[in-house]
């Protein structure tokens, strides 16, 4: 499958609760209580109670048009709605920032355990290995021996290098060695993985701040990114999870991870209308090739069903 494919074949889930709330408005005029239902798919498919209540208005607006009198009609109200609430969170891609940037270009990848945020930093260490470019992978999360094999793994895998220390090491001990060792030989990008889980959320963001600075300190301007990874299957928990990490460390850039396993794939409009942080990458499935850079235009094409002229 192609790019457009794999994002069309993650978001149906996500597809089919929109479209089951559209298909009734076949040959229907739009009433209060097909409204308030289409309303309560819409918030279903998690895209928030604020973009809600705008597409909503939108649609009431318009209802009496010919533009919002059918499901095609309706369709083209909500996906013009949807792209302009997109259009706020897109910017330059990951890989684009990198080019742009200064090397070595350090990206700080932050986000809870089990969304996915060891698999993320693999999935684009082995794009960038491919284009030429050469990341060094640092195993922050010292929290967990298994963080720290699961990253040696990949690195072997994949054909780069790795920074580590010992299972229960100071993090900020190892983000310190990790940017020495990037200077020293000559890497284009540093990926820095961190842990997810303390023993209380006001521990974990007082280590990702120490993290933080220390690598501010040993290479200033940096980390140039720092990235987000979230899961879109827990729907309105990644609302709070955003805000969190937003204050303790500045999120820059985000990543949904997991699109393909849920149907409230409308998160993501969600947080970038909360937010307008960009989003960066969006996973579709397991494959190198099914974590892919956001595109409003192609996301909200996904999400109705239909074709994209870059597709």
Same mark, same amino acid.
């Given at each position: 499958m192609g790019w457009f494919q794999r994002l069309n074949a993650g978001l149906g889930k996500t597809r089919n609760v929109v479209r089951q709330s559209l298909d009734q408005f076949l040959g229907r005029t739009p009433d209060?209580?097909?409204? %308030?239902?289409?309303?309560?798919?819409?918030?279903?498919?998690?895209? =928030?109670? $604020?973009?809600?209540?705008?597409?909503?208005?939108?649609?009431?607006?318009?209802?009496?048009?010919?533009?919002?009198? /059918?499901?095609?009609?309706?369709q083209n109200v909500l996906s013009r709605a949807l792209y302009d609430a997109l259009i706020q969170a897109s910017g330059p891609s990951l890989l684009q920032l990198i080019d742009q940037g200064p090397k070595p270009f350090v990206v700080l990848v932050?986000?809870?355990? =089990?969304?996915?945020? /060891? /698999? +993320?930093?693999?999935?684009?260490?082995? $794009?960038?290995?491919? /284009?030429?470019? $050469?990341?060094?992978?640092?195993?922050?999360? +010292?929290?967990?021996?298994?963080?720290?094999?699961?990253?040696?793994?990949?690195?072997?895998?994949?054909?780069?290098?790795?920074?580590?220390?010992?299972?229960?090491?100071?993090?900020?001990?190892?983000?310190?060695?990790?940017?020495?060792?990037?200077?020293?030989?000559?890497?284009?990008?540093?990926l820095v993985d961190t842990a997810g889980r303390l023993h209380t959320k006001s521990n974990l963001m007082d280590e990702l701040r120490k993290v933080k600075r220390v690598i501010s300190r040993e290479l200033p301007g940096a980390p140039h990114e720092v990235l987000l990874v979230l899961d879109a299957t827990v729907g309105q928990n990644a609302l709070a999870q955003t805000r969190q990490f937003h204050e303790a460390v500045g999120v820059t850039g985000l990543v949904l991870t997991k699109l393909d396993g849920t149907?409230?794939?409308?998160?993501?409009?969600?947080?970038?209308?909360?937010?307008?942080?960009?989003? $960066?990458?969006?996973?579709?499935? %397991?494959?190198? %090739?099914?974590?892919?850079?956001?595109?409003?235009?192609?996301?909200?094409?996904a999400l109705f069903g239909q074709p994209t002229a870059s597709s």
């Open positions: 209060p209580v097909l409204l %308030e239902e289409l309303e309560a798919a819409l918030l279903g498919a998690d895209l =928030g109670g $604020r973009v809600v209540a705008r597409l909503m208005q939108q649609v009431n607006d318009e209802a009496r048009g010919a533009d919002a009198s /059918t499901s095609d009609g309706l932050v986000g809870v355990n =089990g969304v996915g945020k /060891t /698999t +993320t930093i693999a999935k684009v260490a082995q $794009r960038l290995a491919q /284009t030429g470019r $050469r990341p060094l992978l640092v195993a922050g999360d +010292t929290f967990r021996a298994a963080a720290i094999e699961q990253l040696q793994v990949w690195a072997d895998r994949i054909g780069v290098q790795v920074v580590r220390q010992r299972h229960g090491a100071d993090p900020a001990s190892v983000a310190f060695d990790g940017i020495a060792a990037a200077k020293a030989r000559s890497v284009d990008v540093v149907a409230r794939g409308g998160i993501v409009v969600a947080i970038a209308e909360e937010f307008k942080i960009p989003v $960066r990458l969006v996973g579709v499935g %397991e494959g190198i %090739e099914d974590l892919q850079d956001f595109n409003p235009e192609a996301f909200v094409a």
